[in-house]
């Protein structure tokens, strides 16, 4: 059995045009029903142009950029609200940053305790049986908070004594380092070291001061 084929129907494109032909644009009550479509069709095509062109298209970017602030604005909600979450953890970790700061601090003399910390250096070395060749303090190097004295030591003596003499700069209740160390044999089996000292100290409320003054001044 055969099966029956089926066919589109076909468009009378004739037809269509002769519907176009001769509309009064007065009388549009009295159009034939296709050009009336399409007149609606067209209508609403230009509605839809000029609402996107002169309203649409403006709002649709304030929307975008609407969105993007309340994006950012979640993030910083986000960030706030973890702050505050770990706000306990953080003042807890604040407050022993200070006491870590002030131990660290109080390791630093102030000026009147710079002249004693250099005989402590001084008799350390001499007690341990070395000779200093030269004891050379240099020009302080101001820092954001403190300032930094080198020393430039040259001392004779043993190996062994230099290192407890190291050992006992170490001890010291004040910050002191031994910088650039070069050792060299001498005579009798002796050994020289050339070093450069350091130890440091805290500014005081007016140096600070006058230090923040002199950054300021620099920054402008």
Request: hydrophobic residues 45%; negative net charge; glycine residues 6%.
């Amino acid at each position: 059995m055969k099966a029956k084929s089926t066919s589109l129907p076909k468009i009378d494109f004739q037809a269509i045009a002769d519907e176009f032909r001769g509309l009064n644009p007065n009388d549009p009550g009295s159009w034939p029903q296709l050009p009336k479509i399409a007149a609606l069709l067209g209508i609403l095509l230009v509605l839809t142009v000029a609402g996107w062109w002169f309203l649409w298209s403006d709002q649709l970017a304030e929307l975008e950029v609407k969105q993007k602030e309340e994006e950012t604005l979640k993030q910083q909600y986000l960030e706030k609200k973890r702050q505050a979450v770990n706000l306990d953890l953080y003042i807890e970790q604040l407050a022993e940053i200070d006491r870590s700061f002030g131990a660290l601090l109080k390791q630093l003399p102030n000026k009147s305790e710079v002249e004693a910390l250099l005989i402590e250096v001084n008799q350390a070395g001499l007690g341990r049986g070395l000779q200093f060749d030269l004891f050379r303090p240099g020009a302080e190097q101001v820092k954001d908070f403190y300032a930094e004295l080198p020393i430039a030591v040259k001392i004779n003596g043993g190996y062994h004594d230099f290192g407890a003499f190291a050992a006992d700069i170490a001890k010291l209740p004040r910050i002191v380092t031994l910088n650039n160390i070069a050792i060299a044999p001498v005579k009798d089996n002796a050994l020289t070291l050339d070093a450069t000292t350091k130890t440091f100290r805290y500014l005081d409320e007016e140096e600070v001061a006058k230090q923040k003054k002199a950054a300021q001044g620099a920054n402008k």
